[in-house]
């Protein structure tokens, strides 16, 4: 029950509807993981801990794994509101592609949904893990990719009709940046960070 308990403290925390089912979705899959566990263990488990960043309070992506499934939906056909990779994604099937296979919480179908998840970020402080948008339709937040670090987003182009990478320093992306926002954090002792910082 002390699962139950967190999640209601972590729900009365966060405000945003959105924020809340992110928060309680990954206080759901922890709980799941440890009562799988428990079951097949002589001995009872300690309650399940989210590894989190102390200073964001997000969970800890490896880096090497965010690039890894990045690099595995290179290639994936562009297909305006698909979500899978056999018949094509969008730009905001494959964000939601790529959390699903991280293990993450399930995110908004929408680029402008998810523009309101987590924390704002400075097109200098980019990490990892965070989400950005841009404006490519005539309005914000209609286009968003996946920052994999060193000046790259993984995103479905509708242009290149693919999954593909781009910089975001990049004048036409460049032109059309809304903002960043960091949903997840990543590990500071992964080489790929390191490099990336």
């Known amino acids: 029950m002390e699962l139950w308990f967190d999640s209601c403290r ?9 924020l809340r089912r992110l928060a309680l979705g990954l206080a759901l ?18 309650p399940p801990v989210l590894e989190s960043s102390p200073s964001l309070s ?23 509101g698909g979500n899978d990779p ?19 919480a399930d995110l908004p179908r929408t680029a402008a949904a998810m523009a309101l998840l987590g924390q704002p970020v400075a097109l200098d402080a980019l990490l990892p893990g965070d989400l950005v948008f841009f404006n490519t339709r005539g309005r914000r ?10 000046g790259r987003f993984v995103h ?23 903002g960043a926002r960091r949903l997840v954090s990543v590990r500071l002792d992964d080489p790929v960070t390191a490099q990336a910082q």
């Open 86 to 104: 056999s018949g094509g994604v969008d730009c905001s099937g494959l964000v939601r592609l790529m959390w699903s296979r991280l293990g993450l």
């Open 29 to 46: 899959t922890a709980g799941l993981s440890a009562a799988v566990a428990q079951t097949q263990a002589d001995e009872p488990l300690p």
């Open 156 to 178: 479905a182009s509708p242009r290149q009709r693919k999954v593909t990478e781009s910089q975001v320093g990049d004048s036409y992306f460049r032109q059309r940046f809304n």
């Open 58 to 80: 997000l969970p800890l992506l490896p880096a090497t794994l965010l690039e890894q499934v990045a690099s595995e939906l290179l290639g994936v056909r562009y297909r305006f």
């Open 141 to 150: 937040y209609s286009h968003v990719g996946v920052y994999v670090g060193e």
């Open 10 to 18: 972590m729900q009365a925390m966060i405000r945003a509807p959105r």
